[in-house]
Nanobody, 116 residues
Framework: QVQLVESGGGLVQAGGSLTLSCAVSGSIFSFNAMGWYRQAPGSQREFVAIMPRNGNSYYGDSVKGRFTISRDIAKNMVYLRMNGLKPEDTAVYYC??????????WGQGTQVTVSS
């Protein structure tokens, strides 16, 4: 059974930084892609970043240039480094894994709150 466990969320002032971590059960290479999404209260879940198996990275327009997705293959970990945080980045952040059969798996989420 696939398990994704996020950590690293918290309260930070605007302009600050946080790094989210996602612990993946099993090899990252067993998935087609790993990514991050977020959901603010009253809003739909929003794409943040994705890293396919080939190691390329893609970002949502609202975070491009500020957030960086990375992975540690040996540790089966995926990270999201968030710099220049803004109050509008406040949301629950979810780790996502897409299997080879295109099935989505989700973590439980971690809260990020950015104060102005």
């Amino acid at each position: 059974q696939v398990q994704l466990v996020e950590s690293g969320g918290g309260l930070v002032q605007a302009g600050g930084s946080l790094t989210l971590s996602c612990a993946v059960s099993g090899s990252i290479f067993s998935f087609n892609a790993m990514g991050w999404y977020r959901q603010a209260p009253g809003s739909q879940r929003e794409f943040v970043a994705i890293m396919p198996r080939n190691g390329n990275s893609y970002y949502g327009d609202s975070v491009k240039g500020r957030f960086t997705i990375s992975r540690d293959i040996a540790k089966n970990m995926v990270y999201l480094r968030m710099n220049g945080l803004k109050p509008e980045d406040t949301a629950v952040y979810y780790c996502n894994a897409v299997s080879m059969s295109k099935k989505d798996y989700w973590g439980q989420g971690t809260q990020v709150t950015v104060s102005s």
